[in-house]
């Protein structure tokens, strides 16, 4: 299947038209952001690794019944999705304490949450992706009282499967950033991706953190990280390109 027109670009992808209404090319580019695009940079074969790390999970909730746009792998930057209207609501799943979370509540980073939290971020740049609540999403029709309900569900379902296979690599999953979409006929399933840049991975043992941290907080080892998180995960970790 061809690329076609371009229809979106994004800070990390590039989404592109097919020869189907339905389908269409999701591109993973190596432009790393972080603070709303207010640092930016480039992290070496982040493209290639997102998109596989992706897949793999996208591949692990669709075993457990989950709904996502995922498709196919058609090249190391490249997968197949389903054509969705993005519902403007980021979905934040929090396990425990950090980034914003601590700043905002004035807690120590790494606390363990009693049950996870699910928090909903309204999805706009020029206003730095501000928290909402739900009162404010169906107020302004972002999303309805049901629909709500259901991502709400399905987060917590996500993250359930999610921690569960993170474990198994040796990975705390902290909290990490959902997007849904709605296809044409309605359904609202999982979008965007599960990698590094959307998720916080720390080491079980020794906290080190596994992810786009590294590139917001000046640590190093960024390129070093995303390659563990693949290798841990059983994923090749060649970056040739195809």
């Known amino acids: 299947m061809s690329m076609g027109e371009l229809l979106y670009e994004g800070k990390a992808k590039r989404v592109f038209a097919t020869d189907d209404p339905d389908v269409v090319i999701q591109y993973f580019k190596d432009d790393a952001t972080a603070f709303n695009a207010l640092k930016k940079g480039t992290i070496a074969a982040k493209g290639i690794l997102n998109q596989r790390i992706s897949a793999h999970l996208f591949e692990v909730l669709a075993a457990k019944g989950i709904v996502t746009h995922y498709i196919e792998t058609l090249s190391t930057r490249q997968m197949k999705i389903r054509k969705v209207s993005i519902i403007p609501l980021e979905v934040v799943v929090r396990n425990r304490v950090a980034?914003?979370?601590?700043?905002?509540?004035g807690r120590e980073e790494g606390?363990?949450?009693?049950?996870?939290?699910?928090?909903?971020?309204?999805?706009?740049?020029?206003?730095?992706?501000?928290?909402?609540?739900?009162d404010h999403a169906i107020a302004f029709g972002w999303a309805t009282a049901e629909e709500i309900v259901e991502l709400r569900v399905q987060a917590a379902t996500i993250n359930g499967v999610l921690k569960e296979r993170l474990a198994q690599a040796g990975i705390d999953l902290?909290?990490?950033?959902?997007?849904?979409?709605?296809?044409?006929?309605?359904?609202?399933?999982?979008?965007?991706?599960?990698?590094?840049?959307?998720?916080?991975?720390?080491d079980v043992n020794t906290g080190e953190k596994l992810d786009?941290?590294?590139?917001?907080?000046?640590?190093?080892?960024?390129?070093?990280?995303?390659?563990?998180?693949a290798r841990r995960l059983g994923l090749p970790t060649t970056v040739e390109e195809d």
């Not at 980034?99 to 509540?105: E, I, T």
């Not at 909290?175 to 916080?200: M, N, V, W, Y």
């Open 111 to 134: 606390e363990v949450l009693a049950k996870p939290l699910i928090e909903f971020y309204y999805k706009d740049d020029a206003l730095g992706d501000p928290l909402v609540c739900a």
């Open 174 to 202: 902290i909290d990490f950033k959902l997007e849904f979409g709605k296809t044409r006929q309605g359904e609202i399933l999982l979008a965007d991706e599960i990698s590094p840049d959307t998720c916080r991975y720390w």
């Open 99 to 105: 980034g914003s979370l601590a700043k905002r509540l």
């Open 212 to 229: 786009k941290d590294r590139f917001r907080r000046d640590l190093g080892g960024v390129e070093e990280a995303y390659l563990e998180v």
